[in-house]
């Protein structure tokens, strides 16, 4: 009677309501099912055919988690871009080789661009592919890009240039990829069916760089009773490039290691009941004792 008041204290609120809620669904369910077995098929052999169903169903529900990880499972770590390194001025100082090249002086300015529309953007790649070296720009809404620049965000958020903390201090110009697994050439049926089984039977996945481009901005005072004026780049200021490669992360891993172990557990007990089982059969086949006088 005095783990009554224990009990009692437990506060039945979201905190604990999943534990009690498992512990509750495994003892009644799996429970009733080893019950019902172990009542059928003796007490162990029924805990072995209850634990090997158990394991069964969990290949199955990992191989769903694997094959649909976004909200289906336990998902692992997001792909996200990565900075590898902060380059001033020239690109023939970045440590990526491919970027040596890279001279963007030419292009149009950023603000035109931006106005283009994707196919429009790779018309212009092409034809300043002498100055981009085998990058390719990419448009403003392209969602890649703004991924890159969030990254980009939150790395001098953190004071790793001075001066650049602010969204206002800088301005971004010019955002360029290169690698990754290839694109289709067309949006033909045969080239869409053919790079969807090359890239999926590819085995391991090229390296794939965005370079990011900004530069010092400052903000005029507005007028009263204006909106507030967007920052615009400081004439003549050195250009900042940010190389970040792309992380493919980790977002099947956890439900492969789910999958793998339930199977090799799933089949550990499959030997133990067919062992079992054949040992069964010789003992059934076994000639019966003698008879002894009494």
Request: aromatic fraction near 6%.
């Amino acid at each position: 009677m005095s783990f009554v008041p224990t009990l009692a204290g437990i506060a039945w609120d979201p905190e604990i309501r999943g534990i009690l809620s498992f512990a509750v669904g495994v003892v009644v369910l799996m429970g009733s099912v080893y019950l019902l077995l172990a009542t059928n098929l003796a007490h162990r052999l029924g805990f072995l055919v209850a634990l090997a169903a158990v394991f069964g169903w969990m290949i199955v529900h990992s191989a769903v988690w694997l094959i649909y990880p976004p909200g289906q499972g336990p998902a692992g770590r997001a792909p996200s871009w990565e900075v590898e390194e902060i380059v001033f001025g020239d690109l023939s100082n970045s440590m990526l080789e491919e970027a040596h090249g890279v001279d963007t002086s030419s292009l149009p300015p950023p603000e035109e661009i931006d106005e283009l529309t994707a196919e429009q953007v790779d018309e212009l790649s092409e034809q300043y592919a002498d100055d981009l070296a085998g990058w390719e720009l990419l448009a403003a809404s392209d969602a890649a890009r703004g991924e890159a620049q969030t990254a980009v965000d939150a790395v001098l958020a953190e004071g790793v240039v001075p001066g650049l903390e602010s969204t206002d201090s800088r301005v971004f110009t010019y955002s360029l990829e290169t690698g990754g697994k290839p694109e289709r050439k067309s949006d033909s049926v045969f080239d869409r069916v053919a790079n969807k089984v090359t890239n999926t039977l590819r085995v391991t996945h090229p390296p794939h760089y965005m370079l990011v481009q900004l530069q010092p901005a400052e903000v005029e005072p507005s007028e009263p009773g204006m909106p507030p004026n967007q920052p615009e780049a400081i004439e003549g200021s050195q250009t900042v490039t940010v190389v970040l490669v792309r992380d493919l992360g980790q977002r099947r891993l956890p439900a492969g290691l789910v999958l793998g172990g339930s199977g090799l557990i799933f089949g550990l007990l499959c030997v133990m009941l067919h062992k079992r089982d054949r040992l069964a059969a010789v003992h059934r086949s076994a000639p019966l004792p003698a008879p002894t006088g009494g």
